[in-house]
């Protein structure tokens, strides 16, 4: 199952700041640790941080899942995105 599960919340999204959702989504659009820090106007080292801390709560193995998981959930939308 992918997922932290905990008892009192059936949604680990609702375990994420503001700013894990934030990175969660650019990561999910394909952005490397770089380019979210100078979009953010974070070092790469903190993005690296928060990415770890998002597949944590989410229960997660490697940023792909990280990605694919977002995108599963329908918290971005790839079709919009320009690549």
Not at 17 to 36: C, T
């Amino acid at each position: 199952m992918v997922g932290n599960l905990t008892p009192g919340n059936a949604n680990p999204l609702l375990d994420l700041s503001p700013r894990e959702k934030e990175v969660l989504n650019l990561v999910a659009l394909g952005m490397g640790n770089e380019e979210i820090g100078k979009l953010l106007f974070i070092s790469p080292k903190t993005v690296k941080n928060y990415v770890t801390r998002v597949r944590r709560k989410l229960g997660l193995e490697n940023r792909t899942q990280v990605a694919l998981y977002a995108i599963r959930e329908g918290l971005v939308d790839i079709e919009d995105t320009q690549f």
